[in-house]
Structures are given as C-alpha cells and as structure tokens.
C-alpha cells in the first residue's frame, strides 16, 4: 500500500486549509487569471487591504500564491509549487484507494455464490 510521507501531506494539509477558505478561492481565481495588485484584489472581494494580505500570507507559506513589490505597488501571482504539492497528494491517495477498490472487488469475486 502507498502511504503519503509526512511532510508532504502537512504541505498539502495546510493548502486544503488555506482552499477552505472563500476569500481565499476567490483571491486565487482572481490572480490565476494574471498577476494582480493587492489593492485591486481587495476591492474586487470588498475586503480591507490588512484582510488581503492576511490572507495572501497564508497562501503564500503553502506556495499557492507568490507576491512581489514593483515600485510601490505590491503584486500577486499563482505559484505552481503549491498546485504540484496538492497534484502529488491526490495522485498518491488515488492509487491508494484504487487498490483497495481493486482489493475488495476480487475478495467479493471470490466470495460470490456461484451462479447457476
């Protein structure tokens, strides 16, 4: 049976975290269409910028997003690091249930009454 390491499901248990939240989704719909400033962010989702960056921090430290300041404005980007973190999780917990689907599937075969 495959079992996820450690670390990488703490990453993906703090990115499932940080996609529980609607503000969230919707800050990373909004920059997964294209870098966006944090002003522009927090008027679209009609937060304070204090809220969006709280945010952003959060989905920052799991890899979803990355900011950076040009000039004076601070912009925000998707990061694929995050995506590939979660991407890994759901292919390792798939094949897992696959073989356990496949496990029981021949165990009821076996146990079936024959059929006349």
Request: contains cysteine.
């Amino acid at each position: 049976m495959n079992r996820v390491d450690a670390p990488q499901a703490s990453e993906a248990d703090s990115i499932l975290v940080a996609l529980g939240d609607a503000t969230r989704r919707a800050i990373l719909k909004m920059v997964l269409q294209g870098p966006q400033s944090v002003s522009v962010l927090a008027g679209a989702i009609d937060v304070t910028l204090t809220a969006v960056s709280q945010h952003l921090r959060i989905m920052e430290s799991c890899g979803l997003v990355r900011t950076r300041k040009v000039g004076r404005v601070r912009m925000c980007e998707a990061d694929r690091r995050g995506f590939d973190v979660l991407a890994e999780w759901v292919s390792l917990n798939r094949r897992m249930w696959e073989e356990r689907f496949d496990h029981l599937d021949a165990m009821l075969r076996d146990e079936a009454p024959p059929t006349p």
